[in-house]
Nanobody, 125 residues
Framework: QVHLVDSGGGSAQAGDSLRLSCAAS????????MGWFRQFPRMEREFVAA????????HYANAVKGRFTISRDNTKNIAYLQMNTLKPEDTAVYYC??????????????????WGQGTQVTVSQ
């Protein structure tokens, strides 16, 4: 069982950068695809980015493509989300989780039991 703890959120101004971290404990992290989702108030969580176990395959939501970079260090059991050129519309609670591609739903889905606790990102003009 993998336990994830996300951190690194905070307040930023438009155009700034933040880096989120997702630290894993337990076994199996290095063999799993992991991802980031975000949740706006009163909305469902939405997919942000995913990275396969090796780090060689990455995927992004259109809204963050070119601005956010997902990466991982399996030697440290940690994954990152580098967020550059932040916009006010990036304001949300960000969550990491183990994920997989659901071909039926045509969407990235999270393993519900692995959600991190969430970290707030607030971007002002």
């Amino acid at each position: 069982q993998v336990h994830l703890v996300d951190s690194g959120g905070g307040s930023a101004q438009a155009g700034d950068s933040l880096r989120l971290s997702c630290a894993a404990s337990g076994s199996g992290f290095s063999r799993q695809t992991m991802g980031w989702f975000r949740q706006f108030p009163r909305m469902e969580r939405e997919f942000v980015a995913a990275i396969d176990w090796s780090g060689s395959s990455v995927h992004y939501a259109n809204a963050v493509k070119g601005r956010f970079t997902i990466s991982r260090d399996n030697t440290k059991n940690i994954a990152y989300l580098q967020m550059n050129t932040l916009k006010p519309e990036d304001t949300a609670v960000y969550y990491c989780a183990l994920v997989e591609w659901d071909e039926h739903a045509v969407a990235w889905v999270a393993h519900d039991e692995t959600w991190g606790q969430g970290t707030q990102v607030t971007v002002s003009q």
